[in-house]
């Protein structure tokens, strides 16, 4: 039996007490469980100690540009989507250290950044969120999967891993990925129509379900990894029975029925073939260029490079820090910036994620997790820009 | 050591604040007197030794005749010229006048208006001279006038980003005030520096860094209005301390008109 085939091992329940316990197992065995917890009006990714941490009985509710929480009517631990934070803030930092150098007689002497790897476990993992931590692998160079277009790879990330981010690869070796399937969908979750969720299909170590109603709170958890297994292993629980898989399922087809937006199909082609259209002028009036999109996607992961000294000039480091197309200086070149309009920079962030993402790295960039609809401050949403496209182009295909 | 370079700070019509951030610099302050000359800072020393300089530092805005002539004079003694802060390079709180007939407000605050001598206008220092190079902000940030005098004095380009506030917001993990909370927040057209100062403490963006390098200053009074801002208090938000900062000065035209 290969444990990493999900569904391969029987999946069993455990209580709220075993999920407490599940915390207590991970921060003994050296996790820094990273989870939900309520903080500035928001439900963020950040420690968790137990289940008290959790935002018990909080919703999320989002739509373009807005985000508030509710009450909901019951105590559950998981009822929230996504938030504001996505984890390739913990896989790939905000800002990173790449080397520092001090001059020394003549010459001067590099060293690499001795900062311990991190030892994460993220808890709540969704499942758009565990195709984006996959289409990070991608992109890092972990797993090359081969591009769908007939050309010939034109960089390292689409010739299979020649560069494989060192950072990233020590951060991701270390997670353990608790994922938790979504039982209800924000307004602007499309997970469905990206083929990303709202179920868990693999890539993490256990995938919890809650079930919650008729005076019980469990959670049905299913098992795709050995440190899966171990961990199952070392809490109460009983093994899961019909009832309990069919409720777990009735969660996800509610979720799946909640998923009011889709992304249109055959959206690669059509922005492909879409590179001059009135769209992009119009949806400049409206863009802010804040390039809060690219910071909440998932999978979005530009930066740039800083050199920085000391007044000497003795003692200088080299960082990298989270950058967005949406800026001028990002498409600097001698010369001035490539992109000087807002309608060009809107046009080359949603081709990228929707369209050209393919050929560079074998799928499309959007998990459909709506982060960048919600977060948008002005709600520009990403499934809205390319229906319009593609009803411009008359009837549906 | 070769010479140090030399540098200068001057004032025009300000509140001090941002000259100092110099001294604020506590802890840089003994080595960047070791590296550079301080050769004219009135807030700091009497001492002053004759011009041209390597670096002057313009703190405030041009509103009187004296003024105009006294930074062009300074513009020929220096090197390199850093308008620093909302006063210099926006004309500052004070340029609230630029919108009202400036007899009425002088006719209104002082009890001898015969006294006052002053331009019908507060501008920044680029309207009347060329600027080199400009740190935004009321105040300026710290870190930033360090990182100007540090990239000055090691020849290399200075780390002050033009983009949004929100990628600064972002960068550091901060709610979004105006997703999450409702509050509206001139964020995403100000430009980043100050440190995530407000929105990192749950309030709004007020705008002291003055517009990104492309502003929609229009999209954004969209979503204020959306919001429930109401249409003279858009006006009012873009009319603060960068008033005379070309994309908040025409979106608070066009408010102020409707």
């Known amino acids: 039996m290969d444990p990493n085939e999900p569904g391969a091992l029987p999946s069993a329940v455990i209580d709220r007490d075993g999920l407490d316990a599940l915390i207590a197992t991970l921060a003994a065995r050296g996790y820094q469980v990273l989870g939900p917890r309520l903080e500035a009006g928001a439900i963020v990714q950040g420690p968790v100690g137990g289940i008290d941490d959790l935002p018990e009985g909080w919703l999320d509710v989002q739509d373009g540009g807005s985000y508030r929480l509710e009450r909901g009517a019951g105590s559950a631990l998981f009822a929230h989507v996504v938030g504001p934070h996505s984890w390739k803030r913990w896989l790939y930092p905000p800002k990173q250290a790449l080397w520092r150098a001090e001059r020394r007689d003549g010459g001067f002497t590099v060293t690499a950044p001795d900062e311990a790897v991190p030892r994460y476990a993220f808890l709540g993992v969704r499942a758009c969120e565990l195709a984006a931590i996959a289409i990070q692998d991608r992109v890092f160079g972990l797993d090359a999967a081969p591009p769908v277009t007939d050309d010939p790879p034109t960089d390292g990330a689409a010739a299979g891993g020649t560069f494989l981010d060192p950072g990233y690869a020590a951060r991701r070796a270390e997670v353990a990925l608790i994922a938790v399937n979504c039982g209800r969908a924000a307004s602007t979750c499309f997970c469905v129509s990206m083929d990303t969720g709202p179920r868990a299909t693999g890539g993490y170590d256990l995938a919890l379900t809650e079930l919650i109603g008729d005076g019980r709170h469990e959670f049905l958890v299913e098992v795709a990894s050995e440190l899966g297994a171990e961990l199952l292993g070392t809490l109460a629980h009983r093994p899961a029975e019909t009832a309990d898989i069919k409720a777990a399922e009735a969660a996800t087809r509610r979720a799946t029925a909640q998923n009011r937006r889709a992304m249109v199909p055959g959206v690669a082609e059509l922005l492909e073939a879409n590179r001059e259209h009135r769209r992009w002028d119009e949806v400049a009036q409206r863009c802010l260029a804040c390039g809060n999109c690219t910071m909440v996607c998932p999978t979005c992961f530009c930066t740039t490079v800083e050199d920085t000294t000391d007044l000497t000039g003795r003692h200088a480091e080299r960082w990298r820090v989270w950058d967005s197309c949406y800026s001028l200086e990002f498409s600097y070149i001698h010369g001035g910036p490539v992109r000087t309009e807002t309608s060009a920079r809107y046009r080359h962030w949603i081709t990228h994620k929707l369209s050209a993402w393919h050929q560079q790295f074998g799928s499309s960039g959007c998990t459909g997790c709506g982060r960048c609809i919600t977060w948008c401050p002005v709600g520009i949403d990403i499934t809205e820009e390319a229906r319009a496209i593609r009803d411009s182009q008359g009837p549906a295909r | ?258």
């Open chain 2, 1 to 258: 050591m070769a010479t140090k370079p030399t540098l200068a700070v001057w004032k025009f019509a300000s509140c001090d604040g941002c000259q100092l951030s110099l001294l604020d610099l506590e802890d840089h302050l003994l080595a960047i007197a070791d590296t550079v000359q301080i050769a004219y800072f009135l807030e700091a020393t009497r001492a002053v030794i004759e011009g041209p300089y390597d670096v002057s530092l313009v703190e405030g805005s041009i509103t009187t005749a004296n003024d105009v002539d006294r930074i062009k004079r300074i513009r020929k003694q220096s090197r390199f010229l850093v308008a620093i802060g909302a006063c210099a390079t926006g004309g500052g709180i004070q340029a609230v006048k630029n919108f009202r007939k400036v007899d009425d407000l002088i006719g209104a605050v002082y009890a001898r208006p015969d006294f006052v001598d002053t331009l019908s206008t507060s501008t920044a220092i680029k309207d009347h001279v060329p600027v080199d190079f400009e740190l935004r902000g009321c105040p300026i940030d710290r870190g930033q006038l360090f990182e100007l005098l540090n990239a000055l004095l090691n020849n290399r380009k200075p780390l002050v980003p033009t983009f949004s506030q929100c990628v600064e917001c972002k960068r550091a993990g901060t709610v979004c005030v105006m997703v999450a909370h409702g509050t509206p927040c001139l964020g995403p057209v100000t430009q980043a520096g100050c440190g995530n100062l407000c929105p990192g403490h749950d309030r709004a963006c007020y705008g002291c860094f003055g517009p990104t390098e492309t502003p929609n200053t229009a999209a954004m009074a969209r979503r204020m209005a959306a919001l429930g801002v109401a249409t003279r208090d858009v006006a009012l938000a873009f009319r603060s301390f960068n008033a005379n900062a070309d994309a908040f000065r025409s979106e608070g035209d066009r408010h102020e008109r409707a």
